[in-house]
């Protein structure tokens, strides 16, 4: 694993180039080069390397599926959360999660399908309806939803309600740096043939779980098409 917090970056791209490593992980924010710039050269030097980009600099807190306190892996009081926008990608209850909760106590928008805005509008819950395909404008990052394999009821609720379909979502900020999350899905065309021939997002986030998701092989399948 190499990380250049000890050395410059164009220093760094030259130990790339001598060695090979199996991970390269980089802060965003550097003096001379961003991250993104300096794990787009390590990419074009060793492709197949895992790259990974890090940053506590933010500007916009952008919250994912909030499943929190009932999440076995997760220690983070949902009261110590305090997100500028919610992106919910379908409906189940091990992604729907706080999200209610953390939007009434922050006045947070919940950016989802619009099946489930309606759901959502009913509570009294602002939202930001959305549809496959289409994007919006949040404090300058553009938001983008796109097509994920799964199901997406509501089934938080005592009768399970119809939520539309799941989703994902690329997001773009302004210096053009891109982040896609995949949500719960399946390996599908739309990966290589959209999401990587059109998109080209600079990190993908990808479900790994193997049952009710894509499993590490076909996770890395996608990954290689994004």
């Known amino acids: 694993i190499l990380t250049n917090a000890d ?3 164009e220093k760094a791209l030259e130990i790339i180039k001598t060695e090979q490593f199996d991970c390269i992980l980089s802060d965003h924010t550097m003096p001379l080069m961003d991250g993104v710039e300096f794990l787009k050269r390590a990419y ?3 492709p197949r390397t895992m790259r990974l980009l890090v940053t506590a600099y933010s500007d916009v807190k952008i919250l994912i599926d909030p499943f ?3 999440n076995p892996a997760c220690d983070v009081p ?3 959360l305090n997100p500028d926008i919610i992106l919910l990608t379908h409906g189940h ?3 729907f999660g706080d999200a209610l909760e953390i939007s009434n106590s922050t006045n947070a928008p919940i950016a ?3 099946e489930i805005s309606l759901f959502l509008a009913k509570q009294g819950i602002r939202n930001i309806s959305v549809n496959i395909g289409g994007s919006f404008i949040f404090r300058n990052i553009k938001f983008t939803m796109l097509e994920a394999k799964h199901s997406s009821e509501i089934d938080m609720v005592e009768e399970t309600v119809p939520g539309g379909i799941a989703a994902s979502f690329l997001i773009t900020f302004e210096d053009g740096t891109k982040i896609y999350h995949c949500g719960d899905t399946g390996l599908f065309g739309d990966m290589k043939d959209i999401v990587g021939a059109i998109y ?5 986030m990808v479900p790994i779980g193997d049952k009710f998701t894509m499993g590490p092989f076909e996770a890395a399948l996608g990954t290689m098409w994004m």
């Open 200 to 204: 080209k997002p600079d990190i993908v």
């Open 112 to 114: 989802c399908i619009h």
């Open 44 to 46: 074009d030097l060793y």
């Open 68 to 70: 929190i306190s009932n």
């Open 7 to 9: 050395v410059p970056t």
């Open 78 to 80: 949902v009261e110590e």
């Open 93 to 95: 209850s091990d992604h």
